[in-house]
């Protein structure tokens, strides 16, 4: 039977967040979206159809990794490989460092 990578991201680990360039943090699991951790923390970033496709989310990811919930995100393979992101289906599979000069402070959900 296989075995799971011994360094993939366990059901509950929890990621740190950091949003440049405010400097704020939150906290992300390997179990919901950027989008989605985000918001639960207080923090609003842009979007729109949240399913991958608009791309009204699109950021940049300084560090970290990351996979995708959806099979197709709407990047091409150069917008991956220079750093971009959609944080709608992006999940946290380590500590990230994203730049979202637009994310507005909100009421935590
Ligand atoms: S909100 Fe549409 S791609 Fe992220």
Do not use: H
Not at 26 to 52: H, K, M, Q, Y
Not at 61 to 73: A, H, T
Request: aromatic share 6%; charged share 25%; net charge negative.
């Amino acid at each position: 039977m296989a075995q799971p990578p011994t360094d993939a991201p366990l059901a509950g680990d929890t990621f740190v967040v950091r949003i440049e360039p405010m400097d704020w943090t939150f906290d992300a699991t390997p179990n919901e979206s950027l989008f989605e951790a985000a918001r639960r923390s207080g923090i609003r970033l842009p979007t729109s159809c949240r399913n991958g496709t608009c791309r009204a989310c699109i950021s940049v990811l300084v560090d970290g990794s990351i996979r995708y919930r959806v099979e197709w995100p709407g990047l091409s393979s150069t917008e991956k490989e220079e750093g971009y992101l959609l944080p709608c289906v992006a999940v946290a599979q380590s500590p990230l460092v994203i730049d979202v000069p637009e994310a507005e402070r909100i009421e935590p959900r």
